[in-house]
């Protein structure tokens, strides 16, 4: 059972993710939200298969509960209307998947040649609150802050790139 959840999980995660960027059914940038939201609670699924209970609570409450709400308060702040289809010249396109299909192959390459995992322990399933807490603030402090700023660095440019011309 265990392991048909996870594909569950595993598959809602992926498509909800496409759909935030990909979204078929309109262009509205609430809705892509709203998916993202979708792919936050599947993936704290994916924690709870783990036994990180702690960690599908906080997937939970800190990134779909608080952030995504201050994502629609900027969004609807913004008063972003519905996007206009672009065309998409037929070269860039190209370029933009040749692109992405060099970067994905230099990563895939980096990844097999770096012997990632050989020789460590194998990890524990279950752990202690008080336990993590200690590692975040101690071990992992500035990478902990590092993504605040990157947050922060997102939302900043989300409303500089939205901002109309005032002329």
Do not use: W
Not at 10 to 28: D, K, M, Q, S, Y
Not at 31 to 43: K, R
Not at 85 to 110: D, P, S, Y
Not at 127 to 143: D, M, Q, W
């Amino acid at each position: 059972m265990q392991a048909y959840l996870f594909y569950l999980f595993a598959a809602l995660t992926l498509l909800c993710g496409v759909l935030v960027i990909a979204n078929p059914f309109t262009r509205n940038p609430v809705t892509s939200a709203m998916f993202l939201v979708l792919t936050i609670v599947s993936m704290a699924g994916l924690f709870v298969l783990l036994h990180a209970f702690f960690l599908a609570a906080v997937q939970i409450l800190v990134y779909a509960g608080a952030v995504m709400v201050l994502f629609l308060f900027v969004i609807m702040l913004l008063d972003l209307k519905e996007e206009e289809r672009r065309k998409i010249n037929a070269v860039m396109g190209a370029l933009g998947v040749l692109a992405a299909g060099g970067i994905a192959l230099i990563v895939i390459t980096v990844i097999r040649r770096s012997n990632v995992g050989i020789g460590l322990r194998p990890a524990r399933v279950e752990g202690s609150t008080l336990e993590l807490g200690g590692r975040l603030f101690t071990h992992y402090a500035l990478p902990f802050e590092l993504i605040s700023l990157v947050l922060l660095v997102a939302m900043i440019g989300a409303v500089l790139l939205s901002k109309k011309d005032l002329k």
